[in-house]
């Protein structure tokens, strides 16, 4: 079975800086398109960043770009998100999952992101 878990969220100060992780397994992790789905109170889901299956393309949604990036270890099974002078904004519950257009299910535990002073 797929499982997605995802790591390495928590409490930061605006302008700080988080990497997230995330371990795959139960499929052929260098077969997709990879990653990151954020919630947050209030808000609808966001498909923040995708990285292709060698890593060679990636996208960001505008609200993340030029402060994030995607990256991912095949040898390893693992997606990461390097996550830059974050803001209160980006305060949510940051989900991997597979797919380059759209988050496809299932999606892990999720992790917490919370951007405060």
């Known amino acids: 079975a797929v499982r997605l878990v995802e790591s390495g969220g928590g409490l930061v100060q605006p302008g700080g800086s988080l990497r997230l992780s995330c371990a795959a397994s139960?499929?052929?992790?260098?077969?997709?398109?990879m990653g990151w789905v954020r919630q947050a109170p209030g808000k609808g889901d966001e498909w923040v960043a995708a990285i292709s299956t060698l890593g060679l393309q990636t996208r960001y949604s505008d609200s993340v770009k030029d402060r994030f990036t995607i990256s991912r270890d095949n040898d390893k099974n693992t997606l990461y998100l390097q996550m830059n002078s974050l803001k209160t904004d980006d305060t949510a519950i940051y989900y991997c999952?597979?797919?380059?257009?759209?988050?496809?299910?299932?999606w892990g535990q999720g992790t917490q992101v919370t951007v405060s002073s």
């Open positions: 999952a597979r797919g380059w257009d759209f988050p496809a299910r299932p």
């Open positions: 139960g499929f052929t992790f260098d077969d997709y398109a």
